[in-house]
Every structure is written in C-alpha cells, then in structure tokens.
C-alpha cells in the first residue's frame, strides 16, 4: 500500500472519507463553534505523528507505518478537543515560538497516557502548527480533498 491516504471531506455534517473508510464522528462537545474540523486533526496526527488510533480504527490497521490504539479513541477525541481549542484561539499560540510551552506540556502529558502515543514536545508542536494551517485552508470550503503524505509528515488541501 502507498505511504500516502487520499481523503474527501464533506461538510454539513462532516464526513471524512480515508482511502475508502469513513472516520467515526467526532464525540466532543457539538456547542464547540466548527467542531466539525476535530476529524481533520486525526488525519494530522496520522501525518505528523504516525500515530492516530481513530484512522487505525477506520481502516483496519491497513495503512502501513501508522501506529495506534483502537482502545484509546477517547484520548484522541480528548487531544482533538484540546488541539481545536487552540487552534480556534489563536491568542493562546501568542509566544515566540508560536506555540505556547503550556499547551505543547498538556497535550504531551495527556498523550503520554495512551498506548503508542507520541510524548514528544517537538512532534507535539509540530502537529499542533500543522493543524493551525489545516484548520485556516479548510474553514471555509464546503467539500474538498485531503493529500496525506505520511512519508513527508504533512497534510496538503485541495478544491
């Protein structure tokens, strides 16, 4: 199999196609204002991580090279949740770095309690940034394509 997913994403509710499967829906909170983008956050975790137990799930464990849990879809949920809430805020990234030392140390305790988990503060930030840019291309586009490279660790948009 191709170290690269091809995903559609449809809005309204939000489905999120990966090589033929469909993420399960998000389980946070519905009154969280574009909630809908908390799926594309596991499409970056597969990316930049090499870990997202919810596309593991989705696809059978079918994608080579990608790790994860099907137990730990509730802390995947948890870290999209947090992610979202950052990303959607991005006065809380207001540091030098872009990336507030706080939230990388959350997100990398909260991960370090799952099974396979990345805990890196530097794989962390990288993820945290690159949901930043995906969240900004996606926001606006009722339906559009995802190209995960997962050899290149990164996630490109297209109409």
């Known amino acids: 199999m191709s170290p690269a997913l091809d995903c559609r994403v449809e809005r309204g509710p939000v489905v999120i196609r990966v090589d033929g499967a469909v993420l399960p829906p998000a389980t946070v909170q519905p009154?969280?204002?574009?909630?809908?983008?908390?799926r594309l956050f596991d499409v970056v975790h597969a990316a930049v991580l090499h870990w997202s137990p919810n596309v593991m799930a989705a696809t059978a464990g079918a994608v080579p090279g990608l790790s994860g849990d099907v137990e730990d879809g509730p802390l995947e949920d948890a870290i999209d949740a947090l992610t979202y809430s950052f990303v959607a805020h991005r006065s809380e990234l207001a540091t030098p770095t872009g990336i507030d030392p706080q939230v990388v140390d959350a997100v990398t305790a909260l991960a370090a309690k799952g099974s396979g988990a990345p805990t890196s503060a530097d794989a962390w930030t990288a993820c945290l940034r690159e949901s930043l840019e995906l969240h900004e291309a996606t926001r606006k586009q009722p339906v559009f394509r995802l190209a995960v490279d997962l050899d290149a660790g990164h996630v490109r948009v297209s109409a």
């Open 31 to 38: 009154e969280l204002p574009g909630s809908e983008y908390v």
